[in-house]
């Protein structure tokens, strides 16, 4: 079995301040992990994605996450909030790489504040 | 760019209703889900499909049905709507391949 936990169902930073999303995830194999943001009125959208490669994953709009296994962790993180950013974030974990069992989590929306 | 189109943005049906909610996908992608999005639940997987035709069941495939007949249409049904149906109805496609889904922009049905 696999889930995501995403602690904090609502982030707020000002602008230009760090932004720290969390993800923590539970899989029974090497997990396939990743980032999706909604925007208001919109579908989802990939951030990034971990598959095995390097720990440190850039993404789009300036994002990037690690994938820490000894913590089970794949935290969100971007330097310096931008109004933009304002949004829903999902994490999501597969298991099988396919992406056909992809279990999300329940999401952190993310504020910025002037 | 991939374009997922949904046929509605809102819906309003009422109970005990048939519905129907229509998917598009313009890039051959032979994967397609179905997933319902709740405020404090992050989105769960209703149904998908792997190849015309195909279906499989995924976490909450309860009071829902799923039609494939053609590669870029992957319909869902509810056949007698409730109004714990009420909801973000989001659908999406995937490569074979490669991990990243592409989403439509949901089509929000209300159950009354």
């Known amino acids: 079995a696999q889930s995501v936990t995403q602690l904090g169902s609502h982030v707020s930073v000002s602008e230009g301040a760090l932004v720290l999303l969390r993800c923590n995830y539970s899989?029974?194999?090497?997990?396939?992990l990743f980032w999706y943001v909604q925007y208001p009125n919109q579908g989802l959208q990939l951030l990034l994605k971990?598959?095995?490669?390097?720990?440190l994953v850039k993404g789009i709009n300036g994002f990037e996450a690690e994938f820490k296994k000894s913590e089970t962790s794949f935290h969100l993180t971007k330097p310096s909030a931008h109004m933009s950013d304002a949004a829903e974030y999902f994490c999501?974990?597969?298991?099988?790489?396919?992406?056909?069992?992809?279990?999300f989590g329940t999401g952190t929306q993310l504020k910025v504040e002037l | 760019d991939v374009k997922v189109t949904q046929s509605s943005r809102y819906l309003v049906k009422r109970t005990g209703e048939k519905v129907f909610l229509e998917c598009v996908q313009d890039m051959d992608h032979e994967n397609m889900f179905w997933y319902r999005q709740d405020p404090g639940l992050g989105l769960r997987l209703i149904y998908f499909?792997?190849?015309?035709?195909?279906?499989e069941k995924g976490d909450i495939p309860e009071g829902y049905s799923v039609s494939r007949e053609k590669k870029e249409r992957f319909s869902l049904i509810l056949e007698s709507a409730s109004t714990n149906q009420t909801s973000m109805y989001l659908c999406?496609?995937?490569?074979?391949?490669?991990?990243?889904?592409?989403f439509g922009s949901g089509t929000q049905l209300s159950v009354l």
């Open positions: 999406a496609s995937r490569r074979d391949g490669n991990e990243k889904l592409f």
């Open positions: 899989s029974s194999v090497p997990p396939y």
């Open positions: 999501a974990v597969s298991s099988t790489g396919g992406g056909n069992k992809l279990t």
């Open positions: 499909s792997y190849d015309v035709k195909m279906k």
């Open positions: 971990y598959t095995s490669a390097a720990t």
